[in-house]
C-alpha cells in the first residue's frame, strides 16, 4: 500500500466549480510535489514545496493554487478549469536537506474530468 | 537541461521471457541520480530502483537488474523471466544532484515504455 494518501480518487467538474484535491503522508517528508500526467505522456512537473513552503512553480496557471499547511499535507485548489485540464493528478513525497537520497513517493493520484 | 529518452514505446512478451528496457539520458551535472518507476494500471507511480552518477556498480535485485554507463549515458533496465504482474508502464528518470539544491527534487522523466507481458 502507498504511503502517499489522495483524495478523491475520481473527480468530475464544471468549469465554474471550486473543487480541492487532497494529499497526505506520513513518512516524515519535508518534500512534497504536484504532478499532472495526461494519457499516454509521462508526469509534468507542476509545484514543489520544501519545508512548507512553494520553492518551485513550473509556470502553472493561475486557476492551480497549490497549498501545504503542514509538512504532511498538501493541497491544489482548482477554480475556472477548462476541458484540457482533464488530466491525472500525482502527490508525491521525498526527503529534503542533507539528507535526500533522491527518489520521490507517489500516491495512486486523482483522475479529475473537467466538463 | 536534462533529458531522458526511452526510444521503445511499447514491448511485448510472453510470460517468462526477459525483458531489457533502454534509457538514455542528457545532463550538464557530474552529479545526478537515475531511477526507474513502474506505473500499473491503477496509476501509482511505483518507486523501483536508484542509482548515483559516482557509483557505475551494477546490481542484480530479485528479478530486476540494471547496466548503467557513464560512457554511453544510458541506463538499462531487465526483468528476468517475466510475469504477468509486470504489465505496466517504466518510466526512467533524472535528477539533479540532490545535495546542492535546495529547491526540491526536480525529476525529469522520459515518454515510458509499455510492457505487455502475455501469459
Known amino acids: ?115 | 537541461a536534462q533529458k531522458v529518452t526511452q526510444a521503445q514505446t511499447e514491448i511485448s512478451v510472453v510470460e517468462k521471457e526477459d525483458v531489457t528496457l533502454d534509457c538514455v539520458y542528457e545532463t550538464r551535472d557530474t552529479t545526478y541520480y537515475l531511477f526507474w518507476y513502474k506505473q500499473p494500471p491503477s496509476g501509482e507511480l511505483v518507486f523501483l530502483i536508484r542509482r548515483n552518477s559516482f557509483d557505475e556498480q551494477n546490481e542484480i535485485s530479485g528479478r530486476y537488474s540494471w547496466n548503467f554507463q557513464k560512457s554511453t549515458s544510458s541506463f538499462n533496465f531487465t526483468i528476468t523471466a517475466s510475469q504477468v504482474v509486470d504489465s505496466a508502464v517504466y518510466f526512467c528518470a533524472l535528477s539533479e544532484d540532490v545535495m546542492i539544491k535546495a529547491a526540491g527534487n526536480k525529476l525529469t522523466f522520459g515518454g515510458g515504455t509499455r510492457v505487455l507481458v502475455k501469459p
Not at chain 1, 39 to 54: D, G, N, R, W
Not at chain 1, 81 to 100: H, M, T, V
Open chain 1, 1 to 115: 500500500d502507498t504511503e502517499v494518501t489522495q483524495t478523491p480518487k475520481h473527480l468530475v467538474m464544471g468549469m465554474t466549480n471550486k473543487k480541492s484535491l487532497k494529499c497526505e503522508q506520513h513518512m516524515g517528508h519535508r518534500a512534497m510535489y504536484w504532478y499532472k500526467q495526461k494519457a499516454k505522456k509521462p508526469p509534468e512537473l507542476m509545484f514543489v514545496y520544501s519545508y512548507e513552503k512553494l520553492s518551485i512553480n513550473e509556470s502553472v496557471p493561475s486557476r492551480f493554487s497549490p497549498e501545504c499547511p503542514n509538512s504532511s499535507l498538501l493541497n491544489l485548489h482548482l477554480h475556472a478549469l477548462q476541458p484540457e485540464d482533464s488530466a491525472l493528478y500525482l502527490c508525491a513525497s521525498s526527503q529534503a536537506g542533507q539528507s535526500r537520497t533522491g527518489e520521490l513517493f507517489f500516491g495512486e493520484g486523482s483522475r479529475l474530468t473537467v466538463l
